[in-house]
């Protein structure tokens, strides 16, 4: 018996109410679920590159390297690249039409992205070429992927869905996870050691690269839906109502760390600056800031966004962007202290 059975029908019940409110921000993008919603003209005004940028975008994942290059990538297919910070956006050309919900780059000119009914796409040249790679997914959802090196790379999704690479996409393999479940987020620091995070509360680890995996943490009613790893021993998970555990010991123990949070909204991804600093954000504008390590979360002061929050970039010179709905892009150039 699977051991998740008992909770199918809650697990059920929520993916419903996921999906409906993922569909309703997709067909009526100006929805805006518990608080009131900007006008477009206030997103666009706001934008030097509305020509690329609209209010009815949705975007899911961004990645952000130190010198300046960005990529992020959203639905039907969109694919937007800046060269200075997130300054200035422009469009790239996916040669698809299905929603992409995640994005991994090794350098400036190789990179991946990844997202609806197994889709994968590479570049070569910096994502002026996407050429689609076989991913032998069909019915699963790509929802996160990470390439450590030219080679090296893991996806996660649906379904239970686990993949890796060893040949930079050219083929790519299931692991050996057998529980039907969605996973969310991974996050490896090394080409062997990795966890996942996802469904159920669930958060699991290999360090055989993805040949055998075990449970740290399961059987919850709530979802994990992004994990992070600082070091090999001190991790943070952040999920449903504003769920945020930490391990200093990889994983073996975690603990509760949102005794100081009073609005309890769900988060959906987690990223650091350093060992210290780092930056949680979720639906319904969260955004969450921590000095030391993940210990205490704090509300970021004078921000407050109305739409979801969804994808998270952060690099070691203090340099950091987060997208979300309608458009959302915003960055900021000194660890968090200032967000345009």
């Given amino acids: 018996m699977n051991r998740f059975s008992k909770f199918s029908a809650l697990g059920c019940l929520f993916k419903l109410i996921l999906f409906v409110l993922l569909l309703c921000c997709c067909v009526f993008p100006g929805t805006v679920f518990g608080e009131k919603s900007s006008t477009s003209s206030d997103i666009i005004n706001s934008q030097p590159d509305a020509s690329v940028i609209h209010f009815q975008d949705q975007f899911f994942d961004v990645y952000l390297d130190d010198t300046g290059n960005a990529w992020l990538v959203g639905f039907a297919g969109k694919i937007l690249h800046s060269t200075n910070f997130g300054k200035n956006w422009e469009r790239q050309q996916s040669g698809t039409d299905k929603a992409l919900f995640t994005v991994s780059f090794v350098n400036s000119q190789q990179g991946w992205v990844a997202g609806e009914t197994g889709t994968i796409l590479h570049t070569q040249d910096g994502g002026m070429n996407w050429e689609l790679q076989k991913s032998n997914v069909q019915k699963e959802q790509i929802l996160k992927m990470q390439f450590l090196d030219l080679n090296t790379g893991y996806a996660v999704g649906s379904r239970g869905l686990v993949i890796y690479t060893n040949d930079g996409g050219n083929t790519w393999q299931r692991a050996p996870f057998s529980e039907d ?160």
């Fill in 181 to 340: 479940i969605t996973l969310n987020d991974l996050c490896f620091i090394s080409k062997k050691e990795g966890w996942i995070a996802g469904e159920f509360e669930t958060i699991v680890y290999t360090k055989d690269a993805g040949k055998t995996w075990s449970f740290q943490k399961e059987k919850g009613l709530g979802n994990y839906f992004g994990v992070k790893f600082i070091d090999q021993h001190r991790g943070v998970a952040v999920g449903t109502e504003c769920r945020i555990i930490v391990t200093d010991d990889g994983g073996e123990n975690w603990r509760d760390a949102t005794k100081n949070i009073i609005r309890k909204k769900t988060l959906l991804k987690v990223d650091f600056f350093n060992q210290k600093q780092g930056i949680s954000i979720g639906l319904d504008g969260a955004l969450l800031e921590t000095n030391n390590a993940g210990e205490i979360w704090n509300p970021v002061p004078d921000i407050k966004y109305y739409n979801w929050l969804s994808g998270i970039s952060l690099t070691e010179n203090g340099y950091g962007l987060i997208v979300g709905n309608k458009g959302q892009i915003s960055r900021t150039e000194e660890n968090g202290k200032i967000w345009q």
